[in-house]
């Protein structure tokens, strides 16, 4: 606390430990200007002890700012000033804050295993390179799938086909000039973007290329390993100059090199259309299975760590179909959102997920996903509130999982809508964290009430210390903001010894509990309630 004239009136000790002082340096009375070159000859003071007085706190206004130091530490300071005069400041390290958040800055950006680019990386620079594809440049799209990575995976264990994917992406970039890219997409897929293409022949070259490479022996762990990689490519402008039409006609070329029996390299043709057929078919079935009401939903158990006792479901969208049996969300989601038909789907799992938790014990939540489709309808306000009071639900049990994608359009649009349903009681959780863009920047913006961690840094547990320090940052984080952190997928006991010790709130995953049929649901909490004082996780 400094007075009018710029003299210490008190500090703690914490302050001069923070800036290296000795305590007895730092005395009342002595002036703003001394105090800062008392830490500048200490070697934690950057810049101009008169500049930064003159500039930061000669006109009396609040300020807030970081400051690093020397040593690499950051410190948040903020001064407010006082009536009569003078300020009182704070000084926060904030060090290990932003380290989390730079981890978790490039988990957003890039692949754990690989380093590579993730997809959502990779579109955006895309993006970017077909705008110079308008100006007269062309490039080339490239989708690789490594031919008989599953056999090696299956063999050898996760452990060698993770060296294997390390080793496979080494080679890949060693395959491309500096104008090129290469990003992994998940599993054995990645994707290669080849600029200042002059032609179909350029492309072929690189294909070949990058063939050859990764044909190549392995030697992992004491294992001769021999693979080969499927290549398609589609060309710009020739294929068009979309980003997911280009991916979409190359990875419809992928499909055609595999088809040739593997190791090849094929182009997109505009007869490849049996893909589409095939999507032509499931769009016809889903909105037939609307009509006659084919989805069912299951309900996954969530666990706190801290008691063990059950604290709600996630509600889970499955289809019946007549011929095909249950479907899992994976395969029809996508596209019930790409036709619009995830809107009155949407709208029914609400209806029947609050009408079934109202008949569960008081304790127990529930937790709904919401797709963007859903948001950018902008009906979500009235179907949250139609389903609540249809059920008799309260509004404090539901829970709307949302993923960055919901973020990504209308913002504050969308950031309203939030606000509108965390106004009636809701609360409100980020699906998926660490698989998008720039889930910080809307921990900022909006109050989440949960993160969950998605299950592929789970399942990468063991495999090496990335996800561990991935996870790590998310529940530092998750702690410091107040918001409480869900593990997704925790499939064994070590993966939930591990996820206990980092201190996540919950965890779900087959481990604790599969999704369970509605009907199956009444057993299942009598069990629970009937071994609830002596239930606890294992």
């Given at each position: 606390?400094?007075?009018?004239?710029?003299?210490?009136?008190?500090?703690?000790?914490?302050?001069?430990?923070?800036?290296?002082?000795?305590?007895?340096?730092?005395?009342?009375?002595?002036?703003?200007?001394?105090?800062?070159?008392?830490?500048?000859?200490?070697?934690?003071?950057?810049?101009?002890?008169?500049?930064?007085?003159?500039?930061?706190?000669?006109k009396?206004?609040?300020?807030?700012?970081?400051?690093?130091?020397?040593?690499?530490?950051?410190?948040?300071?903020?001064?407010?000033?006082?009536?009569?005069?003078?300020?009182?400041?704070?000084?926060?390290?904030?060090?290990?804050?932003?380290?989390?958040?730079?981890?978790?800055?490039?988990?957003?950006?890039?692949?754990?295993?690989?380093?590579?680019?993730?997809?959502?990386?990779?579109?955006?620079?895309?993006?970017?390179?077909?705008?110079?594809?308008?100006?007269?440049?062309?490039?080339?799209?490239?989708?690789?799938?490594?031919?008989?990575?599953?056999?090696?995976?299956?063999?050898?264990?996760?452990?060698?086909?993770?060296?294997?994917?390390?080793?496979?992406?080494?080679?890949?970039?060693?395959?491309l000039?500096?104008?090129?890219?290469?990003?992994?997409?998940?599993?054995?897929?990645?994707?290669?973007?080849?600029?200042?293409?002059?032609?179909?022949?350029?492309?072929?070259?690189?294909?070949?290329?990058?063939?050859?490479?990764?044909?190549?022996?392995?030697?992992?762990?004491?294992?001769?390993?021999?693979?080969?990689?499927?290549?398609?490519?589609?060309?710009?402008?020739?294929?068009?100059?979309?980003?997911?039409?280009l991916?979409?006609?190359?990875?419809?070329?992928?499909?055609?090199?595999?088809?040739?029996?593997?190791?090849?390299?094929?182009?997109?043709?505009?007869?490849?259309?049996?893909?589409?057929?095939?999507?032509?078919?499931?769009?016809?079935?889903?909105?037939?299975?609307?009509?006659?009401?084919?989805?069912?939903?299951?309900?996954?158990?969530i666990?706190?760590?801290?008691?063990?006792?059950?604290?709600?479901?996630?509600?889970?969208?499955?289809?019946?179909?007549?011929?095909?049996?249950?479907?899992?969300?994976?395969?029809?989601i996508?596209?019930c959102?790409?036709?619009?038909?995830?809107?009155?789907?949407?709208?029914?799992?609400?209806?029947?997920?609050?009408?079934?938790?109202?008949?569960?014990?008081e304790?127990?939540?529930?937790?709904?996903?919401?797709?963007?489709t859903?948001?950018?309808?902008?009906?979500?306000?009235?179907?949250?509130?139609?389903?609540?009071?249809?059920?008799?639900?309260?509004?404090?049990?539901?829970?709307?999982?949302?993923?960055?994608?919901?973020?990504?359009?209308?913002?504050?649009?969308t950031?309203?809508?939030?606000?509108?349903?965390?106004?009636?009681?809701?609360?409100?959780?980020?699906?998926?964290?660490?698989?998008?863009?720039?889930?910080?920047?809307?921990?900022?913006?909006?109050?989440?009430?949960?993160?969950?961690?998605?299950q592929?840094?789970?399942?990468?547990?063991?495999?090496?210390?990335?996800?561990?320090?991935?996870?790590?940052?998310?529940?530092?984080?998750?702690s410091?903001?107040?918001?409480?952190?869900?593990?997704?997928?925790?499939?064994?006991?070590?993966?939930?010894?591990?996820i206990?010790?980092?201190?996540?709130?919950?965890?779900?995953?087959?481990?604790?509990?599969?999704?369970?049929?509605?009907?199956?649901?009444?057993?299942?909490?009598?069990?629970?309630?009937?071994?609830?004082?002596?239930?606890?996780?294992?």
């Amino acid at each position: 606390m400094f007075d009018a004239d710029q003299r210490l009136i008190i500090s703690n000790q914490r302050y001069a430990e923070m800036y290296g002082l000795s305590p007895q340096s730092v005395q009342p009375g002595m002036t703003l200007l001394e105090l800062l070159r008392l830490r500048a000859a200490a070697g934690t003071f950057q810049g101009s002890p008169d500049q930064n007085v003159a500039t930061f706190y000669s006109k009396g206004n609040a300020v807030a700012h970081v400051s690093d130091l020397p040593d690499g530490r950051a410190i948040s300071i903020a001064a407010e000033p006082m009536n009569g005069g003078g300020w009182v400041a704070t000084h926060e390290d904030i060090t290990e804050r932003k380290t989390a958040e730079a981890k978790i800055e490039y988990m957003a950006h890039h692949d754990a295993l690989t380093g590579l680019p993730n997809r959502t990386a990779f579109k955006n620079h895309m993006k970017q390179a077909l705008s110079r594809v308008k100006r007269g440049q062309q490039l080339a799209v490239h989708c690789l799938d490594l031919d008989r990575f599953k056999f090696v995976n299956d063999m050898l264990g996760h452990a060698v086909g993770d060296a294997l994917l390390q080793d496979v992406s080494r080679r890949l970039a060693n395959c491309l000039r500096d104008v090129d890219s290469v990003a992994r997409l998940g599993g054995d897929e990645f994707v290669v973007l080849q600029e200042n293409v002059c032609g179909p022949e350029d492309a072929a070259t690189l294909a070949e290329r990058i063939i050859n490479a990764i044909s190549q022996s392995y030697n992992l762990d004491g294992n001769q390993i021999n693979i080969g990689v499927s290549i398609g490519t589609a060309l710009a402008p020739h294929n068009g100059l979309d980003t997911d039409q280009l991916m979409r006609s190359a990875d419809m070329a992928l499909y055609r090199a595999k088809e040739a029996g593997r190791g090849v390299h094929r182009f997109f043709e505009p007869e490849m259309d049996r893909e589409m057929q095939a999507r032509r078919s499931l769009e016809s079935d889903l909105r037939e299975a609307v009509a006659l009401q084919q989805f069912e939903l299951f309900y996954q158990p969530i666990v706190s760590v801290e008691t063990g006792q059950l604290s709600g479901f996630e509600a889970l969208l499955r289809w019946r179909h007549p011929k095909r049996g249950l479907v899992a969300p994976a395969e029809f989601i996508t596209v019930c959102e790409e036709i619009g038909l995830i809107v009155p789907i949407g709208t029914w799992v609400l209806k029947e997920a609050c009408k079934m938790a109202a008949t569960w014990p008081e304790d127990t939540k529930l937790s709904v996903n919401i797709s963007p489709t859903q948001f950018r309808k902008g009906t979500v306000i009235l179907d949250v509130m139609s389903a609540l009071a249809a059920s008799g639900l309260s509004a404090r049990r539901l829970e709307i999982e949302i993923t960055e994608t919901v973020l990504l359009q209308d913002t504050d649009e969308t950031i309203a809508t939030l606000n509108q349903l965390k106004g009636l009681g809701v609360r409100i959780a980020m699906d998926d964290f660490g698989t998008g863009y720039s889930s910080l920047g809307y921990l900022r913006r909006f109050p989440f009430d949960r993160i969950k961690i998605d299950q592929s840094f789970v399942r990468d547990l063991n495999d090496g210390p990335n996800s561990m320090a991935i996870i790590r940052a998310v529940t530092g984080l998750g702690s410091s903001l107040g918001i409480s952190t869900t593990a997704e997928g925790v499939e064994t006991a070590e993966q939930l010894r591990q996820i206990r010790a980092e201190g996540c709130t919950e965890v779900q995953g087959y481990f604790l509990s599969k999704p369970i049929p509605a009907q199956d649901l009444h057993r299942y909490l009598m069990s629970t309630q009937s071994n609830k004082s002596n239930r606890r996780v294992a």
